[in-house]
T-cell receptor
């Protein structure tokens, strides 16, 4: 069974600090996808990134960056120069990747509540 | 607008009442899902449907039933609501693409059982 662990339940930082959200996953599959979602106080789930298990390149998108390391089964997310608008719950998630157009259940971590204080 | 539409957005039920949460997607996705979100627990899968005509249990199916009415619609029914079913419910759909799985989530239904 697949599992996602986000050990940090809550993080509080002051604006402009850098912050890293940790995600560790377990899966028996060799092919899988990893995701990060943001859930702001309004409640909707906002897709941030998808990474497949064959692509270990780090990714940067503006102030956001992701570090994927298969050797440690981790997919960490860093926000550089945090802003108050970054305050949200962040979820890491994992899906197996089976071909054929069938479902692939997304398994979520419990989330990390990030509070960025002015 | 394309996406996943959930109704209602808010609902208050009394213990023992029944209700159906509706979900529809217009993206021609094969797979659909119901999740519940509770504080500190993340999103947990209740039921999913790999394709029209099939449904399977997820992690927390007890107290729920589902119907995949057609490719677009996937409903979640609470036959006899209990306070433990107070939660935010998300419907989602997915499709496999050349770039991997894409998931789309509805905006959620906040259900309170009193």
């Amino acid at each position: 069974a697949q599992k996602v662990t986000q050990a940090q339940t809550e993080i509080s930082v002051v604006e402009k600090e850098d912050v890293t959200l940790d995600c560790v996953y377990e899966t028996r599959d060799t092919t899988y996808y990893l995701f990060w979602y943001k859930q702001p106080p309004s409640g909707e789930l906002v897709f941030l990134i998808r990474r497949n298990s064959f692509d270990e390149q780090n990714e940067i998108s503006g102030r956001y960056s992701w570090n994927f390391q298969k050797s440690t089964s981790s997919f960490n997310f860093t926000i550089t120069a945090s802003q108050v608008v970054d305050s949200a719950v962040y979820f890491c998630a994992l899906s197996e990747a089976r071909s054929g157009g069938s479902n692939y259940k997304l398994t979520f971590g419990k989330g990390t509540l990030l509070t960025v204080n002015p | 607008n394309a996406g996943v539409t959930q109704t209602p957005k808010f609902q208050v039920l009394k213990t023992g009442q029944s209700m159906t949460l509706q979900c529809a997607q217009d993206m021609n996705h094969n797979s659909m899902y119901w999740y519940r979100q509770d504080p500190g627990m993340g999103l947990r899968l209740i039921y999913y449907s790999a394709s029209e005509g099939t449904t399977d249990k997820g992690e927390v199916p007890n107290g729920y039933n589902v119907s995949r009415l057609n490719k677009r619609e996937f409903s979640l029914r609470l036959e006899s609501a209990a306070p433990s079913q107070t939660s935010v419910y998300f419907c989602a759909s997915s499709i496999e693409t050349a770039f991997g799985y894409g998931y789309t989530f509805g905006s959620g239904t906040r259900l309170t059982v009193v």
